[in-house]
């Protein structure tokens, strides 16, 4: 079953069960998934849905320290529900020791050196870990792993 699939499934049974945040959510969803779609004019394939998803993930959790920094704890729950229903949507994230392996062995493979070296690298190591580890905590291992 697709990805779309499921979470259309999962918005069906929010409906029946009357979970308001979770139908809200996940409808939000599907309508940023949509909108994707008309730009791009054809569907989206799973793992371009699963960048739609850290999209909206990366917005609560900004969403997040907004309102606790401005103490709007009413809202702050909400964005951790949120953040929690998106997040189960998207497959295991990598640790750092994962990540760090992985572009140990990228390096290796393309017998990269330095910083001149850091776009090939950085380009090859996100295509591998796609939708599993975030960008900029890709970008440090790297930089670091390369200086």
Do not use: C, H, W
């Amino acid at each position: 079953m697709s990805l779309k699939k499921s979470i259309e499934d999962a918005m069906k049974s929010a409906l029946k069960a009357k979970d308001d945040l979770k139908l809200q959510t996940l409808r939000f969803l599907l309508a940023q998934i949509k909108n994707k779609e008309i730009d791009l004019r054809r569907e989206l394939k799973d793992d371009e849905i699963f960048k739609v998803i850290q999209t909206l993930v990366k917005q609560r959790k900004e969403g997040i320290e907004i309102f606790e920094k401005a103490g709007r704890t009413e809202l702050l729950e909400k964005e951790r529900k949120e953040l929690e229903i998106l997040e189960s949507y998207l497959p295991k994230m990598l640790t750092d020791q994962e990540i760090e392996k992985i572009t140990e062995d990228i390096i290796k493979e393309l017998g990269a050196t330095g910083q001149k070296d850091f776009g090939r690298v950085m380009k090859a190591v996100m295509s591998k870990v796609a939708g599993m580890a975030d960008g900029g905590k890709v970008n440090e291992i790297v930089k670091k792993k390369l200086g």
